[in-house]
């Protein structure tokens, strides 16, 4: 048997490790930058005004600059008689000194000469020849911006620190400063490894994947204030990883690499990082899932981080150890995330030993909000975290969390509500909805698949706005309505959708000779499944169940018999990609779906496709959007001009029953 | 009398009158870009995979893939014997199809061969020749992460109109996608106009001010999604205000002017719009405050405003009517500003008719937050914005707001909560503090100067964490102590500051020849008053009841007579710079800052400035931190060295009183 991490150290430890044995105020820099291109920047230092702003007392209107005494019997019936002695425009420097009974014509801007105190409003005046009659009396000081009361000389405008923005740079600009001392981006070198990574725009072969974590990585160093440069790919040869660190750490202050770290055949990174120099590696492996298996070196007081291969490990251990250590160099705060509370929408089950930082999607209801976990090995797909909301924490010492328990969602960014919440099952009717009523309204719609059962239960926790569901009820043979009593759906109307051709999705000429769903236990026939609680699946399983009656045998021995049964697709689209691409021979799914990518069809019945709306939706504008495009000629047509095996029906959009 | 703006139009109306006459959809464009420059992004259409992601059952392991149904009866004590036909690195196509009893040396990432459907992790295993000994069954699918099971050929990748973020990007990147259409920014030309306004970076002259919203309009369309193109400054002739605009409609979709659209002697900006083109201004004035002589135009389907000259005018317009079709056109949604309840702290007036934004600060108390409105003429200042955390609406039959009164307050960003906040009275002392602890925690803290009674008050509304105050007594001859129990302060310890010596600041030699509070009132001397509420204000008023009983006079009648007592700064600083300056010739202030900038000083009497600290913020660490500091002989020291007239006491940072 083979090495294991020997010291899995928590990411607590793991940053005291990096503390101890990095000093990131060495590599912290400056640099001077032009105010114009400060935007977003750290500025490095205190900047104080070296200037009263304004630096002079300033007309803050059109008129006439006086001796406020001079105006204080003024009124309609007796206007004061003041003689003109000259003119000050905008940024001219006043020639004059106003004496008793005097005043200086002045506009918006200019500088009150001498003697004056108060400007007189062009509006409340009249001339005569050289002489002014004033209709109203002003007080010193009036419309006169005095010297210094934006800014006074010595006054502090931004900390160091600061993050600037519009308002801060309009201060700096305020007080003539033309160049801002700023926080230099610490400069991140950043790498792939592995035999089976290609990048990006090139073709693909098979066994090779695209390189995801370059890209993530980059734009992540970015986002926290670094300035990343990709390296390229280096296979998985000891010399190649070297050759890419080295000239990572030429080239840069911190290097990443990802890839090329589990305990496995190569392990390649933290060996290289140990031959680069002292101290070498530092921490290996970390007490966190995703992430375990990460490297983090110092060699030459440069930073190097071995980050996990698998792109959302990759990802966490970015954000949870490596960002907060580019944001100190760039001279900016710890990143605050907004949290909030949420009911987790399942059983979850998690690790022990190791703290979990498992991605959710968020979705608002009636108790507030829902966490929607990922599920499977989602430390390997980058979807994991890309659809997500954010993540939920679970301690070292927790293996189990229950459906309905509360957790703190870190969100990854602003949680953005959604205009329109879509919960159910998936359909390319939905999808044309969307399309449509967004050409109108460019509402944020968010669409989560999760099946027809999903959707009713979404419903009924206020979280769903719209819920498409085809359910099939094997007692009454009706859809949807005996399963809004069953789900205890209250306060919802059952809106009319269309009808959908479900049946068998084949290859092109269907070259296994598929008829029927008996044909999914022939041994050279492999199938792909949809998701548990989808109304595709529940068909399928009511076909099987009858047949599983009719060949006398058990349900659940029949589907151990069919080969692909656990499988399963997300959508229905997925089904007819993995007939055209061979993964499967045969899946069940819409025609439109068949059609769309030119595979064979073989119907089975035809299902009613409706939408469940709670009743206190049903007036917000989108909801309404939604059902009026449903309404609408233009879907009407454009379904049947796009999609063939969806049919509109006369009452499609119209309330057809209500709970 | 002169034309007023003829038709002041509401902000809804202005908006309304732009959507008829301009359609940004001709303006819209898109462009394709690498992905890797693509973050924070507008993506223009929906983007798919055509790919599985992984493309092949890939191993999450390093390890023998077996026939699981193979290994079914292993365990530690009973290993099963498989042989190892091959092996397959990730990147590599298998050559092997598994046979019974077969496996394959697998490493993580490689490609599952035929006929195997599961990975026994290398550690369970024990390798004799070519044979393995497996000590532990796997399931089927075990350390197998099954093809497309990250995003399935079809998946939706990104929608329309999606903000690219890192975790985005690596969805794009992981369908092999390495080029992006995103939204073009769309390009905006902005100029400044006036005969005062000069570029920083010049030299200043007197009559002249620096040109802002240059800088803060150009940062500004950057925040929200364009290229903003700075094409100037024009003076206010006709000529040469319509060259720019001409220029601006040459290079960009919209032009942003600034200044010259007030109704005086000016708006020129009014009359050139007219000239360039049909249909020309199509609004002339908007009913809101600040930012009433608002120019909108359209010619050419190019969108023109002629922004109001004052900074914060023209920078509230810029976001409340410009900034939302930048961002149209740049493909974002409107920007979501946070809002958040908040108690006014003061009375305000505003205007009859016209849809008030005035800008306030935000701090949180015990009974939620409180907004600090900026006072007086603000729009003309940059600083009532850049100082302030958002802005509250007043409606426009609305002229009075209560103090305590409820108001929502929108903001300008995210509300970074202070670590430490400080409000009260000024001084260099707590500069200094902040510097020093701050070096080793880099807190964040919000410094309000609103004087000593200011800050007491803070502190019972549980606003301020420190309130800095030197509040004499004139019955008690005390400092602070009877103000705690006149403030109605409970629960608050005083923490012993130390000593300043508080006197005249004159100009250097002292050429006034002034020598005590009585020279105020001579004719041939200038002062510089302090606000309000300070406790140097309220020495200064103490000093002048005392004269005026000794003078048989009544105090409202001797203030009068004092030349400048109504001319107000804000803190010690800005008092010395105001003599430094020659705007005065004396001020009450500190003897530190008259010694900053090398000016005289007449000491009239050591006050005693303390802290005040509510029990319940005293283990606060940034409190903790201030008040170690406070006490630390670093802080002794280096105050003693830089600042002459502060000087510690025994008792510095201690506890000496406690309500």
């Known amino acids: 048997m083979r090495k294991i991490f020997r010291e899995l150290v928590s990411l607590e430890e793991a940053k005291n490790i990096i503390n101890k044995n990095y000093n990131y105020k060495l ?52 206007p004061v008689e003041i003689k003109i002695i000259g003119k000050v425009e905008a940024g001219e420097v006043p020639k004059f000194e106003i004496g008793n009974k005097e005043a200086v014509e002045v506009s918006t801007g200019a500088v009150i000469p001498k003697g004056a105190n108060a400007v007189v409003m062009v509006e409340y005046t009249e001339r005569v020849d050289d002489k002014i009659l004033v209709y109203k009396s002003v007080t010193p000081g009036e419309n006169v911006l005095s010297a210094g009361s934006d800014l006074m000389a010595g006054e502090l405008l931004v900390r160091k620190g600061t993050v600037l923005t519009a308002r801060e740079i309009g201060m700096l600009s305020a007080a003539g400063i033309s160049e801002v001392e700023v926080y230099k981006k610490p400069k991140v070198a950043v790498f792939s490894t592995g035999n089976e990574i ?88 970390i007490a966190v899932k995703p992430g375990k298996p990460t490297v983090v070196g110092v060699v030459d007081n440069k930073l190097i981080f071995g980050l996990p291969g698998y792109p959302t490990s990759a990802f966490m251990i970015f954000e949870l150890l490596v960002a907060p250590i580019i944001r100190k160099i760039a001279g900016l705060a710890e990143r605050e995330r907004a949290k909030i509370r949420a009911r987790l929408s399942k059983k979850i089950q998690s690790v022990l030993g190791r703290r979990e930082f498992l991605p959710v999607s968020v979705i608002k209801g009636k108790e507030g909000y829902s966490a929607y976990p990922v599920s499977g090995a989602y430390s390997a797909v980058i979807s994991a975290i890309a659809e997500s909301d954010g993540f939920i924490e679970i301690p070292e010492n927790k293996v189990m969390l229950t459906e309905g328990e509360e957790v703190e969602v870190t969100l990854f960014s602003t949680l953005r509500p959604a205009d329109l919440v879509i919960i159910g099952s998936h359909c390319i009717g939905i999808d044309l909805v969307i399309e ?19 959707g009713l239960s979404a419903i009924r926790r206020g979280e769903a706005d ?72 529940m068909l399928l399983d009511y076909y099987l169940k009858q047949m599983a009656m009719n060949l006398n045998d058990r349900f659940e021995n029949l589907i151990r018999k069919i080969n692909g049964y656990e499988i ?70 454009e379904i049947k001009k796009r999609v063939k095996g969806i049919k509109p029906r006369d009452d499609t959009g119209e309330i057809v029953f209500q709970v």
């Open 466 to 537: 719209i819920a498409g569901t085809h359910l099939f009820d094997e007692v009454s043979g009706e859809y949807n309505i005996p399963y809004l009593l069953k789900f205890s759906i209250k306060n919802a109307y059952l809106i009319r959708g269309y009808f959908r051709e479900q049946g068998l999705i084949v290859k092109k000429g269907n070259p296994k000779k598929i008829k029927g769903i008996e044909d999914l236990l022939r041994k050279d026939v492999k199938m792909i499944n949809r998701n548990p609680g989808s109304g595709t699946r």
């Open 27 to 78: 590599i912290q820099k400056t640099e001077k930058i032009p105010l114009i291109d400060a935007l977003g920047r750290v500025v490095a230092r205190d900047y104080f005004s070296s200037i009263d702003v304004p630096g002079f007392d300033r007309a803050t209107m059109d008129g006439y600059a006086v001796k406020a005494e001079d105006t204080f019997w003024a009124n309609e019936e007796n």
């Open 198 to 285: 290609i990048s990006p725009g090139n073709k693909i072969e098979f066994g090779k994947i695209y390189d995801i974590n370059w890209a993530t990585i980059c734009s992540a160093v970015k986002e926290n204030g670094g300035d990343p440069i990709f390296i390229g790919i280096a296979r998985d040869r000891e010399e190649e990883i070297k050759r890419k660190f080295i000239e990572g750490m030429e080239i840069a202050d911190i290097v990443i690499s990802s890839g090329g770290t589990s305990a496995g055949v190569g392990d390649l990174v933290y060996r290289v990082i140990n031959e680069l120099g002292e101290p070498g590696v530092i921490v290996h492996g």
């Open 568 to 637: 399963e697709a997300k959508s229905h689209t997925a089904v007819a990609v993995a007939v055209l691409t061979g993964k499967a021979d045969v899946g069940l799914g819409i025609r439109s779906v068949a059609e769309m990518y030119g595979l064979d069809f073989i119907p089975l019945r035809e299902e009613e496709y409706d939408f469940v709306i709670p009743k206190d939706k049903f007036e917000k504008q989108p909801v309404k959007d939604f059902i009026e495009t449903l309404k609408s000629d233009e879907f009407k047509n």
């Open 436 to 454: 449509l009523m967004r050409k109108k309204r460019p509402w944020y719609v968010k669409v989560i698949n999760v099946g027809s059962s999903g």
